[in-house]
């Protein structure tokens, strides 16, 4: 657990969307920014591609999300994992063929004052699901799948497996028709316990910021793949 979790609750507000933020030639910069981005990851089996954004690809997107975030939240700083050369990286774009689960980006130092973290659309169609729930663990992946559970020896930067949310919120089923509409991608019984906050409907030159502790996850709502930016800040 996050030693710091009262002053970590300090900083907490519930999630925030702008819009028109990034002008449609900002947008096609980012997609350009990816294509030109080395893979990070390809993994199959999840159907889902991830690059790291790279500092000294694109100073100007660099200085113009930097700028635009302070506006928003203040001061910052940015919580990302770090280079093969030590140096930090913006945050991750992930190209996406099947929704992604339920989870939390919590970080993986429990010493940092975690902050906000941001959600930019790349692609028009698609949405995120942010629960009320939170959680001051670590980057956390929440599942019952037992092979999921079972993973153990996880690489750098990689999120821990637990069904620990199980009963942690309470034993309230999760509301069906919400489920049908936005989640049936995910086990039903894999929800108990959590409501939603807020469903952020994809739109490009938007972005959504929320808190590091809130337990969210992609909708079913999907037209063949989507393309997100994400980042992570502490202060």
Known sequence: MHKNISKIKEFEKPPKVLK??????????????YNNL???????????IKKRWLQGYNKKLEDI??????NEIGDFKMDNLKDE???????????SYNPIGLHVDAGFNFDNLI??????????????????????????????????????????GQNNRSSDHIGMFG?????KEAHEKYLKHEKIENLSG?????????????MLIFDRTNL???SSIIEGKKIGLTTFTKK
């Open 216 to 218: 969210h996850c992609s």
């Open 85 to 95: 050369n030590g140096k930090d990286i913006y945050g991750l774009i992930q190209e």
């Open 171 to 175: 034993k309230k089923p999760f509301d």
């Open 65 to 70: 999300f930097c700028e635009r975030l302070k």
């Open 115 to 156: 902050y906000r973290q941001t959600l930019i659309p790349l692609s028009s169609v698609g949405s995120t699901v942010i629960f009320k729930n939170r959680f001051y663990g670590g980057s956390t992946n929440f599942t019952l799948d037992p092979k999921e559970l079972g993973k153990k020896n996880l690489s750098y």
């Open 38 to 48: 080395p893979t990070t990851v390809h993994n199959k089996k999840q159907n889902v």
């Open 194 to 206: 959590l409501e939603i906050e807020f469903v952020y409907e994809w739109e490009l030159g938007s």
């Open 20 to 33: 028109k933020l990034f002008s449609e030639n900002e947008i096609k910069e980012f997609l350009d920014l």
